[in-house]
């Protein structure tokens, strides 16, 4: 009896070992199939509670629905298309006419416009510009070689122009073309006094028939085929005028400023000060060397300044390519649209940048706006 005892007391312990056993491999097994199983019910459960609550409380709130007629009224009312989008057209109702039968309505066509005689012959013409008016007028002899200048309207635009010859204009002597260009340049000043905002062609755009048709019926082609283009343009610089901008600073006086100012470089001087002549010279390379170094520091800040000040005064602006001078270094040279209201401020503010000490300040125009188109 007392070996039996023994015996299930030795086979109790090791099945209790097993039992725990198989409890510690088993309890990791069932925690994943909680999770996988039990725990997304459950939260779906959640949200289906949440989700009933909110209908709850929305169809609690909410205002009992409109009757019939009310809701008849609201969608005649709205229109049934999204605002970017254009109603279909219906078909026209017919309309009593309020003129005798038999006869025509009339149409209403673009008023005639008187054509003017122009001296001057040629089967080209000459392009100054195109203006923002759809007028025919003669601006006078005032062309190159006393050239007749007159318009070529359409629609609201027209070419301003003079007869020539189809072969460009070329001469050996530089001070006869130059005083063409100049030519062209008043044409273009007399043409925005009189017709407005201008879009400006280049010297010697010559405009010539590839066939017999009339060269001025070939410039008016030309404004109808780019119209869009043209008005699109003129609409974006009408009001506005184009200026020259050009900054200079003086480097001795920017020099002396700079060596003035910086600690490093006075400490540089005092050194070369207290040295025997060769290394004098070497001390003095330093502070030349050091000197520039500042003066592109400063350089490269001031240009950010003076652009940014600029820029809140204008319409638009581009950066242009330095120019040398004599005996100052151009900063910066800048071509400017700017709206004729706002032409005192950016002169105000260009006077406040020439009153700096070792800057001026070069401010040229209204011109004839070629940077910008």
Known sequence: MERD????????????????????????VVGEIVRANLLPQLRAAIRDSISEAMEEMLTQEMPPAPEASIVEEISQAAPAFPEEELPIEEEPTEVSPAFPEG???????????????????GDGR???????????????????????????????????????????YEAADQEVVKGWVQTHQKVLDAAMEKLGTVLPLGFDTIIRSEDKTDPKQVVKNWLKDDFENLREKIDRVRGKQEFGVQIFYDPQVMGAVIAR???????????MAAQKPGMAYMFKQKVEKAVKEEMEKRAEQYFSDFYGAIKNQVDDIKVEKVKKDKDKTMLMNLSCLVLKEKVEDLGNELERIDNMDGFSVRFTGPWAIYSFV
């Open 5 to 28: 005892s023994k015996a299930r007391n030795v086979i109790e312990q090791i099945v209790r070992q097993e039992v725990d056993k198989i409890a510690a491999e088993t309890k990791a």
């Open 103 to 121: 006869e025509m309505l009339p149409i209403e066509e673009e008023p005639a416009l008187e054509e003017i005689k122009v001296s001057g012959d």
């Open 126 to 168: 000459y392009a100054y510009c195109i203006a923002d008016s759809g007028v025919s007028v003669s601006l006078g002899n005032i062309g190159i070689e006393d050239s007749e200048v007159y318009t070529i309207p359409y629609k609201g635009l027209c070419a301003v122009v003079h007869n020539c010859p189809t072969e460009p």
């Open 261 to 271: 100012e910086s600690e490093e470089i006075q400490k540089l001087k005092e050194e």
